[in-house]
């Protein structure tokens, strides 16, 4: 009978944890990357409308126009910023997660590794001591 592993459940708990922190670091880029194309999408917007006034109520409507979207640009600017910072803090939660998994991955490793040593050292006791006792009987008679 072989020894289980003493510290399996913690190693389950572990990855559990790094599995959610994958996720969470999954969806916090794409958030990322939605937050970026819309701010791209936005800025490409916002370089092709160039209207040229024809009147002085058109030229502040155009003016009205561009503020409010130099405004939004910001926005997003600071939206993407921010996204970016919360998917850096979720993939360093992951990494984290990781290396505390990793380490007990590395023991249960050794452990299994210890645990077949084992089992093949008393498998060639077993066959050593048939040989042994096999090989007394043959010469008895």
Do not use: C
């Amino acid at each position: 009978m072989t020894a289980p592993f003493r510290l399996a459940g913690l190693l389950r708990l572990r990855r559990l944890n790094e599995d959610t922190a994958a996720a969470r670091w999954g969806a916090a880029a794409a958030e990322h990357r939605a937050v970026r194309a819309r701010r791209d999408g936005m800025y490409g917007h916002a370089a092709a409308g160039s209207a040229a006034p024809d009147s002085m109520v058109s030229l502040r409507a155009i003016a009205a126009a561009r503020s409010s979207t130099i405004a939004l640009l910001a926005e997003l600017d600071a939206a993407v910023a921010t996204a970016a910072d919360e998917e850096r803090a979720l993939r360093d939660a992951w990494t984290a997660a990781r290396i505390a998994t990793a380490g007990l991955e590395k023991l249960e490793e050794r452990h299994d590794a210890r645990t077949v040593e084992q089992e093949l050292a008393a498998e060639q006791a077993a066959l050593d001591e048939l040989a042994v006792t096999g090989h007394g009987r043959a010469e008895a008679p």
